[in-house]
């Protein structure tokens, strides 16, 4: 039998001795336990809490292996590597959670690294024997911070915020990049330095010479009036005994931004301190401090939105040297210290992920060039060039072309979005931005006569969050599509689930995030990603609910679809990770946010004046949508407060829990009295008043049927054509799939007219457009100013895909995909398709042909869960499993047939049905 590497790792991994002595065993079945991931993620960065959560997978090529016990073991590491000795040990637990365990009675201490193994046994009690150890490290659990807030003395006035300043206010001249340094001396070699870091504003960490880490956009985005973020670093082999230089260059980022005016000021500042320890276990700190220096470098202007100027005549290698340079160093301030609490960041940082080569390159004009990436993508141009000393290069960035073949820029609005680079003139010279990011497919390159082919690299940037989602099916146009969205992801999920990469927003606007999270936790893991950004959304909270764009960077709250994000967010990803935490942390707040809305309107009716209402339907202004106000804010009153409801409930608060589903009653009688008429018509009529009463469950049951006789109407009076915005398409192929409507709903996903998903794919996109009709051959560009080619929203039909398409669907009594389904629907003239997700307990898949009158279905389901499969099939006896009647193959039990399709509860394993549908 031919091991898979996993499980040949285990083998191998069990016949040598670990640091914990020679007590691993190998099992007697091929069990083996992997994937350990503390607090959620691989390599944690810094885990801050004093109860970590340990998760783990149970590998097993045994059907239906279920976990029946465990046992952890965790150890102090010391600074030299190896553990200390005896590790603690739990007791064997019998259970067969395998996902965010604490270990029994387990305090960490701050600023420690640990090192922690698992045991799994099975449901026939064989040992996996103890897992490779797999280390983390804690932050400083709420420790003081050591070292002085330092800045460049000089003071920018703080504008006002208000809603729409950043479409108003003139962006002013992006400012220089400060570098900071400082020389100090280090009597012995270390054997072990950690480099604590943070900002208002963007720092980049270098240590005698050397870039410190490849993370981006340190130490991140939080909401800056209520908390600011750290990271850590082992540093140790970049210092030595004798005279070493650390040195940090603070950029303006986020805080400094001018869009950002509602923020606590924007001068930035840093701190830094690195804790030594040497072979004595002498600890000495070296930290920001009124004897650092600062000086203007090569960066001569940056800022999120403006770019990036460069003026490679100004580098000198020796300002991070002990041996000094030749910049102006001038006395740092001293600023006070952080008004705000520090936390450890909990996220994944944006790296450098992939790099795209261009298709093509065009003079457009002399001596000027597009470079065509064929992919609209975010993060920078890396510039390879040769040029005389002073040259000035420019490179200009956009998402598409103008008729004539050069630059479409009008989208970008006020953000610069250029990056100057002056030459050295000292052969090749490469060179990327840091503190900047565009969102482009085109870049245009200017000031050198005959560029390389090469000169120009896309560097993609983003948050690391793992992929973990695949769907792939027989139809090339929704395989566009789905690459669209996920590239529409990478793009948008940097630091913060942004709108849009490219113009002057590029903010964590909450309601295009709510529609897009359940498809986002599909293609990769944003556990960490959204808890960290929960965190912002609490941070948002007024008196009105969540804010309009979190970080909060102006005012404006409690906008129907945009405040709900603050529930809908924390709950599925809890959904599709497990993670309690999220919805301890953000229960709270939830409630308060139902409660507000409960006292301002008893009736249960939700009547505002302001709201951004189905936004960008087809054929309306923004925010002119027909779909009424108070429809919308009474609708998703109802959704948040059943999210509620059953937060509470799984938090265990059943009081609370009866309260909010009392009051979801109320809102329901209301939202009917007032919208549903006795036929079963929502008031308005617009597909999106359809969706939501639907979807949200707020039609009685004896008029569902003609309701949805009504949407279908709806949708027939647009010739099968959607006719919704931000708020009504999510809904609307899974409101359809849902009320038996699958053909229907195929219909409109695959309309490739006008409005419909594959107009913009068959029109050349290579991301989700922010109109139905952002660019259209007869009239070209939309002639409003915003229109991105980068917006996520409407990418958010791939949870369909998954969940319906490939029938991957959630359980919500059983989150994480401890138990879920495995459902496809086949329609639209669809030959096949497969979907899989990575869930915390490893893979599940489901790939299904259609052949003749034959379906086939090989499914996946990850050892310790267990899934309810529906078979489309002529009758039950129609269906076989690895060549045996399905019902009485090994590992299947056959449940019920309903609706044309046969149901079976399988345990782990994969399992191949094939049936006769017809
Ligand atoms: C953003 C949107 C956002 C909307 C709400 C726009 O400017 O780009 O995606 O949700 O404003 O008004």
Redesign the pocket.
Known sequence: MKLPPTLLAAFLLSMVTSVFGAENRPSSAPLVVSHLRCEGLDAPTLVDTPAPRFSWQMESAERGARQSAYQLRIAEIRPHGEAIDPPLESPRITSDVSQWVEFPSLTVKPKTRYQWQVRVWDHEQHDSGWSAPTPFETSLLGGEWLADWLSDGHTVATPTPDSDSHKKRPPPPPAAARYFRKTFDLPNQPVSARLYLSAFGLVEPWINGQKATNDLFLPGWPDYKIRNFYVAYDVTPLLHSGPNTLGLILGEGWYSSWLAGGQAGPTPKVSAWIEVTDASGQKSIVATDASWQWAEGPITANGIYPGEDFDARKEDAAWCQPAGGAWNWQPVKVEDKSPVELNARISQPVRRIEELKPISRKEVSPGVFIYDLGQNMVGWARLKVQAPAGQAIQLRFGEMLNPDGSLYTKNLRAARATANYIAKGQGLETWEPRFSFFGFRYVELSGITVPADDAITGVVVHSDLPRIGHFECSNPLLNKLYSNTLWGQKGNFLEVPT??PQRN?R?G????AQVFCHTANFNLNCGAFYRQWAAALRDSFDKNGYA?VAPKVFNGSG?PG?SDAGVIVPWMTYLHTGDRRMLEENFEIAQRSIDQFANANPSGLRVIKKG?GD?LAPGYP??KAPTPLALIATAYFARSTELVAQMAEVLGKPEIAAKDRALLETIKTAFQKEFITPDGKVSSEEQTAYLLALGFDLVPAELRPQTIQHLAQAIADKDNHLSTG?LGTPLLAPVLSDSGLSELAYKVVLQDTYPGWLFSVKNGATTIW?RWDSWTPDKGFNKDG?N?FN?Y?YGSVVGWFYDTIGGLKLDASSPAWKHFVIAPTSGGGLKSAKASVETPYGRAASDWKIQGDRFDLAVTIPANTSATVHVPAKDSNAVTESGQPANKANGVKFLRFENGKAIYEVGSGTYQFESKAK
């Open positions: 709108d849009c927003e903010l606007w909450t309601g295009d309009n906008v945009w951004f936004w923004a925010g931000f922010e915003m991105s917006h929203a």
